[in-house]
């Protein structure tokens, strides 16, 4: 099992003092190649610090937060950047697309400014439409297509060239609930074929697409929930599922 | 009572033993919902004390050699109760929201370590649900997946319920938030 995300008591605070205000406390925390992680905790927990550091849009005030082998602390910005277009990906709640470029040309955004060829990039941009059921669609503009499409060009962009690290702020927030759940059958997806992807989200129902979901308060990893290990198959046996249903249904033991 | 109405709906369509009714129940419900076939027959008589529905073959010691057929008056019944919506009467008096009621007032009570020990709970239930919904075919296991969908929503809800119970008594500053916690949004 390759760990793709550690933290080694990574943490991050601003200002100095008396007025230093702790945004993440000492965190040591591993995410796997293959797993699908949610974070969750009420607004002003930690989440965003922690997805911001694992992407490389900022640093650790001190400890230590490996990436893909290498040390985010001691990158500079060229090498920060670097990790930004090439290891990890970043959805948003707010899909930031650009409304003048076709869903193909927004795909190819990352790969353009990574320095590959306009026909190269466009290629690889389409490939990644495809994996996310857009292909058909990959000339159509930002405000020709759904919220679902949207956020979906929005995940083929994060991943496009074949970068392993998936981070997703909110990616549902905007969306009704079966499209959501397309949006996390993506990443689960991604996941399962062995990338790895951090979400983090206040919808329970979506953070359970997740094999493991930490809970963050007050800037601290206060416990986590893991899934049963292999997924069964659909026909249900007995489990703590059926002792709820039976209950409910008002039926004798 | 679903199990009455499940009943009389199998019954509407063609005229069913015990046995097979617990079946077809069964199937209809995703074999969530199992029932005993006592219960089945149980359930039969008092529909037929009611005249919802009757027996088809002549009267027999041996409940297993019975069929029975709904009546006319059987299936106003039925018509009257899917045009009802299902309206509770009073909340159901459930363990989870009696213990935090009572973990709030005991003021001894870790109300904060009780939240997330359920919210843990709670969530690895809701993994487990989704788990079989990734699983199970859209168009082949349709009752399944409506009925995920129901156990999906309500472990939903009670998850939402128990976040803002913590951030309401947290507000009056009634879950001892650990010493050195900053109010500072997210970055």
Redesign the interface.
């Known amino acids: 099992m390759t760990t793709m995300v550690q933290l080694d008591g990574a943490a ?1 605070w ?1 200002g100095a003092g008396h007025t230093r ?3 993440l406390h000492p965190t040591t925390l591993a995410v796997a190649a293959g797993e699908l992680l949610a974070v ?1 905790g ?8 922690l997805l ?1 550091l694992v992407g490389g849009l ?1 640093k650790p005030s001190e400890g230590r937060l490996v990436v893909d082998g290498k040390d985010v602390g001691s990158m500079n910005p060229k090498e920060l950047a670097l990790l930004r277009r090439r290891t990890v990906g970043y959805v948003f709640q707010d899909l930031n697309l650009l409304a003048g470029l076709t869903a193909a040309e927004n795909v190819a955004i990352p790969l353009e400014l990574d320095g590959r060829s306009v026909g190269d990039a466009r290629h690889a941009a389409l490939d990644s439409l495809a994996s996310v059921g857009l292909g058909e669609l990959a000339n159509r503009f930002p405000d020709d297509l759904s919220g679902g499409e949207q956020q979906r060009v929005a995940i083929a962009r994060a991943l496009v060239g074949g970068r392993p690290i998936l981070l997703a702020d909110e990616p549902t927030g905007a969306l009704d609930s079966m499209t959501g759940e397309s949006v996390m ?1 993506l990443l ?1 997806r991604h996941c399962d074929e062995g990338g790895t992807a951090i979400l983090v989200t206040h ?3 979506h ?4 094999h493991r ?1 930490v ?1 963050l ?4 990893v ?7 290990s292999a ?6 046996g007995a ?4 002792a ?3 209950e409910m ?4 033991a | ?3 009455r109405y499940g009943l009389l709906a199998l019954l509407a369509e063609a005229p069913s033993h015990g046995y097979q009714l617990k079946s077809a129940f069964e199937h209809r419900t ?7 076939i006592g ?1 089945v027959y149980t359930t039969i008589q008092r529909l037929e004390q009611k005249g919802l529905v009757e027996s088809v073959s002549a009267p027999s010691p041996d409940d297993d050699r019975r069929e029975y057929r709904i009546t006319d008056a059987g299936r106003t019944e039925l018509e009257s109760w899917f045009a009802s919506p299902v309206v509770l009467d009073e909340p159901t008096r459930d363990e989870l929201t009696i213990k935090v009621l009572l973990a709030t007032a005991a003021g001894s009570v870790d109300v904060s370590g009780l939240l ?1 020990r359920q ?2 709970a ?11 919904k ?4 859209p168009e082949r ?1 349709v009752a ?1 997946l409506i ?1 995920l969908d129901a ?3 309500r ?2 809800a009670e ?2 319920w128990l ?1 803002a119970c ?2 309401r008594l947290r507000a009056l500053g009634m879950t001892g ?2 010493a ?8």
């Open positions: 991050r601003f205000v702790v945004a969750m009420p607004s002003g927990s930690g989440k965003t610090t911001s900022d059958r689960r919808d329970a129902a953070a359970a697409w997740a979901v809970f308060r007050d800037g601290r206060v416990d986590e929930a893991r899934s049963a997924p069964d198959a659909a026909v249900p489990t703590a599922a059926d709820t249903v039976s249904a008002g039926a004798p | 009572m679903s199990v995703a074999n969530q919902w199992l029932l005993n219960q997330q919210r843990r709670s969530i690895e239930q809701l993994q487990a649900y989704t788990q079989r990734a699983a199970a075919d296991d399944f009925l156990l999906i929503f472990t939903e998850i939402r976040d913590d951030a938030a650990p050195g916690a900053t109010e500072e949004g997210d970055r």
